[in-house]
């Protein structure tokens, strides 16, 4: 079958003469076509499996056991069927309910978290048009209040502390010991050790490839010895091929979070702070920032964490000019080890020796 040409100027002059005898103007007679039928807009038992499969796995792995609770809350009601005062009482009674951990804050984390995630599944149904964005009641609601965050930097005898007993006890403590010193040197999260892989390893310019919150990717400088450790030890435990994950257990698997679990739970009875103040991982990472933001300033420290220069606001539209590049995270931390690294652009002369962590 052949395209259909395009009408000439004669035909166009003789449709209008005759949609004038008939008293028809061009306009109402596109006006006139009928519309499309307007979608059903789904329930939410049956929204949920699609949002899942649209974003990532750290999303659904954070948002997954918040939807499964809308899910079961009320699986057939359909999305605009939904009022703003009925999400305020459920976050209120996420918060009210929410398992009380050691590191337990009344529950605003919870809250808050439930909040993102039935937003991320209005954010899609208003971007696929089955609900207008005056329908999503998600902003009607006022976002939960976020707790005021207690982790910190720690100062050196509490490091010290920590990396002898990591170093010292337990099943394995050549892992935890590694597992400390990675952190300390990279400012990473556990999701990028966890996700870090054989092929992530850049042994000639000492880099290591972390995948990490939001999707995010970035080379990460580490000190010579630190590279021959995670070298050594992904050999040992039997990672071979390119995407074999590098810190693994004795008996090959690759680590899970429940190692770190075990280990600040071993670490609770010989480190007194780590059980009073509830330190974590996380607390690494306060601690490594902090002093790179002391002495090599903002930009380093926000390349050394890995977060975006925020352009959505005019006055940190000059962060996207001052962002600070590889070569002078790898002098921080050079600096930090107190090694020479591949791609510092001086030999550090000082080590970390500051006592405010």
């Not at 990473?188 to 310019?205: C, F, M, N, T, V």
Request: net charge neutral.
């Amino acid at each position: 079958m052949t395209d259909r040409a395009e009408p000439s100027t004669e035909d166009l002059e003789k449709a209008r003469q005759v949609l004038a005898l008939l008293g028809v103007s061009p306009e109402a007679l596109v006006a006139s076509q009928p519309a499309a039928p307007p979608r059903e807009v789904p329930t939410i038992a049956e929204w949920v499996p699609v949002v899942s499969g649209l974003v990532g796995e750290g999303t659904r792995k954070l948002y997954g056991t918040y939807w499964n609770r809308l899910v079961a809350l009320w699986p057939d009601r359909r999305l605009d069927e939904v009022p703003a005062s009925d999400l305020t009482w459920l976050f209120g009674h996420i918060r009210q309910t929410a398992v009380r951990r050691r590191n337990w804050r009344g529950g605003h984390s919870a809250a808050e978290h439930m909040f993102s995630a039935t937003r991320c599944l209005y954010r899609f149904a208003v971007d696929d048009e089955l609900i207008p964005a005056s329908r999503d009641p998600t902003w009607k609601v006022k976002k939960p209040k976020r707790a005021v965050p207690t982790r910190r930097g720690l100062n050196n005898t509490v490091l010290e502390a920590v990396t002898e007993a990591a170093s010292t006890t337990g099943d394995d403590p050549a892992l935890d010991a590694l597992l400390i010193r990675f952190h300390v040197e990279t400012a990473a999260r556990r999701g990028g050790a966890l996700a870090l892989e054989l092929h992530g390893l850049d042994r000639e310019q000492c880099l290591v490839l972390l995948h990490e919150k939001g999707e995010q990717s970035r080379w990460q400088p580490v000190s010579p010895t630190l590279m021959t450790h995670l070298v050594d030890h992904a050999h040992h435990r039997g990672a071979r091929e390119p995407t074999s994950k590098v810190l693994r257990y004795h008996n090959g698997k690759p680590l899970t979070y429940r190692r770190y679990d075990g280990l600040w739970d071993r670490l609770r009875d010989h480190v007194e702070p780590v059980r009073t103040q509830n330190i974590s991982t996380h607390w690494l990472r306060h601690t490594t920032l902090k002093w790179v933001e002391r002495n090599f300033g903002e930009a380093v420290a926000r390349a050394y964490a890995g977060h975006r220069p925020s352009g959505d606001a005019k006055p940190g539209a000059i962060a996207v000019y001052t962002k600070a590049d590889l070569e002078e995270v790898a002098t921080a931390l050079s600096m930090l080890t107190g090694e020479p690294h591949p791609l510092a652009l001086s030999t550090p002369t000082e080590v970390f020796d500051n006592d405010d962590g």
